[in-house]
């Protein structure tokens, strides 16, 4: 502290003007940590509670504890502004965190996200470590380390990533990837085909630029890294109906059907006749020919013969027929691989049958399995009355 902090402290009265004088040398010097040490000291006084350690959680009689935290988090509020208005996103994510409260910060990273001119530098690398590192808020990492870094180090980040985020979040990322990476493709095929037939109609998609020109991909030519395509139409995967990228998806995956057989990447089941499967996948979500898409993934089930893989590939046909309204209908095909699924963190056969009201089919498989659990849940959804409606 200053020497003029310490003659106003020293000239400070009561406890009370002795706490203003202190919080407000702090805000001075703008050390908002101790100012937040302050204010805890001040908290820690009017509840009669010793006034060492004054951020210790520890050792607060059950009486007091409501008033402590209110106190903490008004503090730890306070403090987070503090440093947000001083532009140090990291301090402030470690107080709004720690209270549950990240819009603020989230508010904040879209302001600098939307202001920034694209060059790397150390706020950029603050903004990305809170972000996307600290998942603040994923999409507006993903955002800007795209226009920092490139599309391959962000096409890293989010496949490290993508599990750990929300679904919501992983929809606006892939949404991000899936436009970027379209708006490239689009580019280079207009212009390789241009070079051909300039006079080319204008505005013309993807789609209808590789329809019949086969010279294109000839002697394993290619327009863009084929590995950010293959894990772009990958993310694509969590894209809705609604949203507009998912036509964008679609047609890359018929442009990744037309590349040379080496520059298409193998996938895990039942992907691994990559683009025709991913084609049929976001076609059906998109509303195109559903029963064809269902259909599609039904035959590759029941084609495989490997136990562990017609695991894998059930799961899929559920997971699309849940996101196109047929989970009624496929859950018969899929219930001989998935009947024993029970996952609290994930996919629940349970779950999906009383979700889509086929506790004949729960019944059914809980006999078969031998399975106490879902048969008195099935016992007991029957006799559990309807919510009212309102």
Sequence with gaps: MSATGIDLLRSAGTPEHILDTLEQALLDQQDFHR???????????????????????????????????????????DAGYHFLRNNQLADAWAYF?????PQPVRDAIEQLVQSSDGTP????????????????????????????????????ALSQMIGQ???????????????????????????????????LKPSLSLRELIAGREFLFADGNYHIDVSHLHSIVGFARHLHREDPEL????DMSLYGQQLS?????????????????????LQAVAGI??????????????????????????FVLVDLAQRCGKTAEILPIAAPHLSRMEDPNGFSFTACCVESGRLDLLETTAL????????????????TPPPASA
Excluded at 298 to 313: K, S, V, Y
Aim: charged share 25%; hydrophobic share 40%; aromatic share 6%.
């Design 35 to 77: 100012w937040f040490d302050a204010r805890m000291i001040r908290a820690r006084r009017q509840l009669g509670l010793p006034l060492t350690q004054p951020t210790s959680l520890r050792d607060i009689p059950e009486a007091q504890e409501a008033e402590w935290r209110k106190a903490y988090t008004d503090a730890a509020r």
């Design 97 to 101: 965190r720690t209270i549950r409260e």
């Design 121 to 156: 530098g150390a706020d950029t690398d603050e903004v990305l470590n809170v972000a996307l590192y600290e998942a603040a808020h994923p999409v507006a990492g993903i955002t800007l380390l795209l226009r920092t870094h490139g599309t391959c180090n962000t096409v890293t």
């Design 165 to 199: 985020m929300t679904p919501a979040e992983r929809r606006q990322a892939a949404a991000v990837m899936v436009r970027h990476l379209y708006a490239d493709l689009l580019a280079n095929v207009r212009r390789d085909v241009e070079r051909r037939q300039p006079a």
């Design 247 to 250: 036509r964008l998806a679609i």
């Design 261 to 281: 057989e080496h520059l298409r990447y193998p996938a895990d089941v039942p992907f691994d006749d990559y683009y025709s499967a991913s084609e049929q996948f």
């Design 289 to 314: 020919d559903v029963a064809a898409g269902l259909n599609w993934f039904t035959q590759r089930l029941q084609q495989e013969p490997d136990a562990p893989d017609q695991r894998l590939i059930a």
């Design 368 to 383: 078969e399995n031998n399975d106490l659990l879902a048969l008195a849940t099935v016992l007991l959804v029957r006799q």
